[in-house]
């Protein structure tokens, strides 16, 4: 029997199924819009704090955890990454567990979703865990493993780099403003939900409230209580927005605060807003602190409450300003963080590219 050995006749199918291989990964992206199934993090499902893989795969089954080496102490930590494999180029989402909670934070999953139905890469760094070691909250290595994540996601997905984007609340958020600050040049656009801005601060407001565990974990953190004048205090500071957040004044920075949230006063957003704006854009300290104490909007500050970000099933907005780079958002609510406002907000947020120079005459 003769046997046709002409290269084409193997070639052409394996390119053929390569083709439409790469076809059907790269199947069209609907247009955008909101996720109507989820509001927002204390509307999910279960305890805000709540952490299971089995819930992940559940709803993601491509979602996979991996490992990676830190840059800077050689410790290697876990992170919930997913990436579609099509060939285009496409936005990361990084976004950051809060204060009580490791990388495997459940009420998370609605970002990994819309990342699933945008061809979007997801990456949900450890950064060392609860905020309860010296090695967590906002160190320098807690920093340098999410720079490390984005770095694995750069090497393992096709990322647009004009379009990588941090998402926190609380602690995460504290971190994510942390983060822009210490490295302005990653991001596209970043999301701080109710952050803390000063931890001695927060620590001393917390004494108020001795039922809470904050405290303890932030001795822990610290290596003793931050008083004032003691090195606990100082790096504190060092680990806080407040020292920093100068920083990240190029940064498309949005941040949200519930005007009735007793967990962390909006105040904390409202600073983090005021060295971020233009002068001219500033809340004074007496606006601030009608907030706080009214848990409302004073009349000064009454009319500026329109917020094309913020629809059905969010928050409802009492006050929304825009300066510079920075925008912030009060609304009616508690400690909390919405999904839809935050996505539909990155997505149109994304890095200018910098200009080729003109040759001279």
């Known amino acids: ?45 279960g305890k805000v704090g709540d952490e299971s893989l ?15 080496k830190s840059t800077m102490d050689g410790k290697v930590e876990p992170a919930l990454f997913y990436e579609s494999e099509s060939t285009r180029k496409k936005p990361l989402l990084v976004v950051l567990h809060s204060w009580s909670s490791g990388y495997l934070q459940v009420p998370s999953i609605p970002f990994a979703l819309w990342a699933e139905k945008y061809d979007w890469a997801f990456i949900q760094p450890n950064y060392r865990g609860v905020f309860e070691q010296p090695e967590a909250m906002a160190s320098d290595m807690a920093i340098q493993d999410i720079v490390d994540a984005v770095d694995y996601a750069m090497q393992h997905a096709n990322i647009d780099s004009s379009r990588v984007y941090l998402v926190g609340s609380s602690g995460g958020a504290m971190t994510a403003l942390v983060t822009a600050s210490r490295h302005p040049e990653l991001w596209a656009g970043v999301v701080a939900w109710v952050p803390v801005f000063d931890i001695p601060e927060w620590y001393d407001f917390n004494l108020y409230y001795p039922h809470r565990k904050y405290n303890s974990q932030i001795v822990a953190a610290l290596g003793g209580e931050p008083l004032e004048g003691t090195p606990a205090e100082a790096e504190g500071k060092k680990r806080s927005p407040s020292t920093q957040i100068h920083q990240a004044k190029e940064v498309p920075i949005l941040l949200a605060h519930g005007i009735n949230d007793l967990l962390v006063p909006p105040s904390h957003s409202i600073r983090a807003f005021n060295i971020l704006a233009d002068p001219s854009d500033t809340i004074s300290k007496e606006q601030m602190d009608y907030i706080v104490k009214e848990q409302a909007i004073p009349e000064s ?55 080729p120079a003109t040759a001279q005459k």
């Not at 089995?54 to 990676?68: N, S």
């Open 1 to 45: 029997m003769k046997i046709d050995s002409h290269p084409v006749r193997f070639i052409l199918p394996v390119l053929l199924c390569l083709l439409f291989t790469a076809c059907n990964r790269d199947k069209p992206i609907p247009p955008i819009e909101r996720l109507e199934e989820y509001t927002t993090t204390k509307q999910y499902p």
């Open 54 to 68: 089995d819930d992940w795969k559940k709803h993601l089954k491509d979602i996979e955890v991996v490992q990676i």
């Open 301 to 355: 500050m009454q009319g500026e409450a329109s917020e094309p970000y913020f629809g059905k099933g969010d928050p409802e907005v009492v006050f929304s300003r825009e300066s510079d780079n920075v925008k912030l958002v009060l609304y009616i609510g508690v400690h909390d963080m919405a999904y839809n406002s935050t996505l539909l907000w990155l997505n149109d947020q994304q890095k200018k590219q910098p200009q």
